[in-house]
């Protein structure tokens, strides 16, 4: 159960980079940073559950290019290209040097994160359907809410998120060491 959870907590992140875009990407920002600047709308420094939920149906929403109420594995991947792909057209409107250097960084980082996009959806997926309802990745995300909320206030914190990306990066690396 703990591996099933720590699945669709990674699969959650890294769906959740599909909302990372131009407007984020290559600022030199950490992925909890990035996560954190999409779901504060109201700014105050932290996420509420609202916030939270609202940003997960956006994020699914997002992916459904066909708008057929379903994620797919395709979906992700074609949603996953045309983020890296704002990516390049805002570092290309960047000088090299300082594109580089800050890109790097977040690039990096969500590299850690990296499952294919089938692993993502079969993490998250209860129904064993090969695609995700949103009623699946809001439950997944719900449940990533709950883990982080440290201090079960309502809300996360930019330390809730940092502590939990640490927490997700050292379990990622404890469980390759054991293959």
């Known amino acids: 159960m703990k591996t099933k959870t720590n699945s669709i907590i990674t699969a959650a992140i890294a769906l959740a980079s599909l909302g990372c875009g131009a407007a984020f990407a ?10 954190m600047a999409m779901m504060d ?22 992916a459904d290019a066909d708008k057929d109420g379903k994620v797919t594995a395709a979906e992700l991947d074609a949603a996953h290209k045309a983020m890296k792909s704002d990516e390049m057209k805002s ?19 969500m590299k850690e994160h990296h499952m294919s996009s089938a692993e993502k959806i079969k993490e998250m997926d209860t129904d064993g ?19 982080l909320d440290t201090n079960k206030d309502g809300n996360l914190s ?10 997700e990066k050292a379990e990622k690396a404890m469980a390759k060491s054991e293959e």
């Open 91 to 109: 570092d290309a409107a960047k000088p090299d040097a300082a594109a580089k250097s800050e890109s790097s960084g977040a690039s990096a980082d």
């Open 41 to 62: 709308t109201n700014k105050d420094g932290k996420v509420s559950g609202a916030e939270h939920s609202a940003w997960a149906q956006k994020m699914f929403t997002q």
């Open 26 to 35: 290559g600022e030199g920002m950490s992925h909890e940073n990035h996560g």
């Open 129 to 147: 359907d090969n695609a995700l309802t949103l009623n699946e990745f809001v439950s997944g995300t719900q449940m990533r809410f709950s883990k």
């Open 158 to 167: 930019a330390k809730e998120l940092k502590a939990g990306h640490e927490k």
